[in-house]
């Protein structure tokens, strides 16, 4: 048992031996790669490496700049540029320093895309590289051609699709991004003056095919489009292709000539005339060709090319006159549609036309209560009567005479006049009529509704008897007089409710003049009334005409009217060589106004049997008063006994009979 036991021990120290170099070994490796793994882990890849403007977009303009995330701490920053076939264009640069950025990193000036490579530095070693491209192009596009519309664009043409012309020449590296166009008044203009555009600038995005720019609107009179192809990193065609376009929005201004005011009884020349300050009314020029247009009632329109068209409207009837144009643009006030825009409704103005005259007859049969009333109906079916003309008119029947024309009124379809046949010697006449429409058309008519000729015998109204008389001719101051008469028709047929009047016609001087009173026959065709008192006049009756029945007059009658004077005196006895007596007095003048001097009164005086023999002229005052002072001296006179009166005698324009006072008697001692 001993024998055996060191060799099994030696046996078990070889095996161990070599499982313990095995083990070291993979130690070693494990440790080596726990070392590398570290190192690694230590020093990643940057994180977010990202380009300024997109690594995605083009650029135009360098250097470049870039940023990134460290995820740990970094010693060092190295970099490395390549060209668009993998060329180094920058070798492996390093930055002694944790940065995140890079600016300012420049490439070839040959457009093209360049790849920048970016990996860390730290205590451990190198980390992992990260890429990112960076894309360059500032070639320019080819210039763009603009095709200028024909003519003018008006209304209608908007949205306006404007199409451009591709530019020509090789593309850029970035290809065709889209177009830029501006508008304005200037035929330099550019749409991106420094050259290069921002895709807000841009009118079109999509490509080289994306060559046509949708224009909503634009400014009235001349206005120019300008446009640039731009490339994918915003660089823009040298130069700007140029159109110049001319805007008029504006309807023209049409005016109808030859509308009558009023009815007309004949054709109507109409003719519609257009002008345009902006595109104008010419034919011949590019685009839209201008017209101007008549419409009668709605029918097909006269057209004629420019400015001007005429038509006629023949028909009798009430036309609605429709006129309007379209001007060089396009622009037309005729009422329809025009690419989705709706135009003003035309202008309209009303032509009436009657070319018929009116239909006229006199009545059938005069009125009975009014025989000398003419009237005649008349009737237009177009125009309608003229109230401002139309006659009836007379003649003798058979004579061959010129008609004469009735003072005539044109009421309600009638015409009306009034013949006052009393006027005109008796016989037989004739009548006719003549009514106008408003157009001017006449008719004349001489018969009856019922066809027969219109003819009268005169006179119509009954002849009429007018006597009058008065109760006295002379009367005193003060006193009314009865006056009266009667009216009778034919021989002895008494008219009865007549209107008289009374007509007192006052001498010279009174106030007023005349007075006329109306009164009324009675059954028995009487009439009469009570004059009233006043100065002396001349009386006369008138029968005033009825419908029936002529006016008549009677003789004018005289009522004299004699003046009234009072005296008296201060004493019935006057001593002779003694004071005087005075003679007071007043003379009536009720309706006679007195002037400033008054009315002149005679004193005069008389012995009895003796004659009146006058002594002095007097005057009275306004109110009719008057006075004298008379002395006795003469011893004659002694035991007489004189009587005095004041005399009030006839003078131009005093309204009285002379008359004098009653005596006053006074005796002489």
Avoid at 381 to 392: F, K, M, N, Q, V
Avoid at 438 to 461: E, F, H, I
């Amino acid at each position: 048992m001993n024998h055996h036991a060191p060799r099994q021990g030696a046996t078990r120290g070889r095996f161990s031996s070599a499982a313990t170099r095995c083990t070291f070994a993979v130690a070693v490796w494990a440790m080596a790669l726990l070392v590398a793994s570290a190192a690694a882990a230590a020093t990643p890849r940057p994180l977010d490496l990202r380009v300024g403007g997109g690594e995605e977009s083009w650029h135009s303009r360098q250097p470049f700049s870039l940023s990134w995330r460290n995820p740990g701490p970094v010693v060092a920053v190295h970099y490395r540029l390549r060209g668009p076939a993998g060329e180094t264009v920058i070798d492996d640069t390093r930055l002694p320093w944790a940065t995140t950025v890079i600016e300012h990193l420049s490439v070839s000036p040959r457009p093209g895309v360049y790849t920048v490579e970016v990996w860390l530095e730290d205590g451990g070693g190198l980390g992992e590289v990260a890429r990112a491209s960076l894309r360059f192009d500032d070639a320019r596009p080819g210039d763009v051609a603009v095709a200028a519309p024909p003519g003018w664009l008006g209304r209608a043409s908007f949205p306006f699709v404007l199409r451009l012309g591709h530019p020509g020449g090789a593309q850029p590296l970035s290809g065709i991004g889209g177009y830029a166009v501006a508008v304005d008044r200037s035929y330099r203009g550019h749409p991106c003056p420094d050259g290069r555009c921002g895709a807000a600038e841009l009118e079109t995005h999509g490509g080289i095919g994306a060559d046509t720019v949708v224009l909503p609107d634009l400014p009235e009179g001349l206005s120019y489009l300008h446009a640039v192809a731009v490339s994918g990193s915003g660089m823009a065609s040298a130069t700007a292709g140029h159109a110049a376009v001319r805007v008029d929005e504006g309807y023209p201004r049409t005016v109808l000539e030859g509308v009558p005011e009023g009815w007309r009884n004949a054709p109507v020349r109409l003719t519609a005339r257009a002008a345009d300050g902006a595109s104008g009314m010419s034919p011949g020029g590019p685009g839209v060709q201008p017209y101007t247009a008549i419409r009668i009632d709605g029918g097909a329109p006269v057209i004629a090319a420019g400015d001007s068209v005429s038509t006629t409207v023949i028909a009798s009837g009430v036309h609605t006159v429709a006129y309007y144009a379209r001007d060089a643009a396009g622009n037309a006030d005729d009422g329809g549609t025009a690419n989705g825009h709706p135009n003003p409704l035309p202008a309209t103005a009303l032509v009436r036309i009657d070319r018929e005259p009116p239909r006229v007859a006199f009545a059938v049969a005069q009125d009975p209560a009014d025989p000398e009333r003419l009237e005649a109906r008349a009737t237009d079916s177009g125009a309608g009567l003229d109230p401002a003309r139309g006659t009836i008119e007379v003649r003798r029947a058979g004579a061959g005479e010129r008609y004469r024309p009735l003072p005539t009124e044109v009421v309600a379809g009638a015409l009306r006049a009034r013949w006052d046949s009393s006027s005109y010697p008796a016989g037989e006449y004739e009548f006719r009529v003549v009514a106008y429409d408003r157009a001017g058309n006449s008719a004349v008519g001489t018969a009856r509704g019922d066809g027969r000729a219109m003819r009268l015998r005169g006179p119509l109204k009954l002849p009429v008897k007018l006597t009058a008389t008065s109760g006295r001719r002379a009367v005193r101051y003060g006193r009314g007089v009865w006056f009266g008469g009667r009216l009778l028709s034919g021989r002895h047929t008494p008219l009865s409710g007549v209107a008289v009047r009374v007509i007192e016609g006052f001498s010279a001087g009174a106030a007023p003049a005349q007075r006329v009173t109306t009164v009324r026959s009675d059954g028995d065709g009487r009439f009469g009334l009570r004059l009233a008192a006043g100065p002396s006049r001349q009386v006369s009756a008138q029968a005033v005409p009825t419908a029936t029945s002529r006016g008549a007059s009677s003789r004018p009658l005289t009522i004299s009217v004699h003046s009234r004077v009072v005296l008296r005196a201060s004493a019935r006895v006057a001593r002779i060589g003694g004071p005087p007596i005075v003679l007071r007095g007043r003379i009536a003048h009720e309706g006679v106004p007195l002037a400033a001097d008054g009315k002149l009164v005679q004193l005069q005086f008389r012995l009895p049997g003796l004659p009146w023999r006058e002594f002095r002229t007097v005057r009275s005052n306004r109110a009719g008063r008057f006075r004298y002072a008379y002395r006795f001296s003469d011893d004659d006179s002694r035991g007489a006994r004189f009587q005095f009166r004041a005399y009030a005698a006839a003078q131009a324009g005093w309204p009285f009979e002379p008359a004098g006072s009653l005596p006053v008697v006074v005796r002489g001692v």
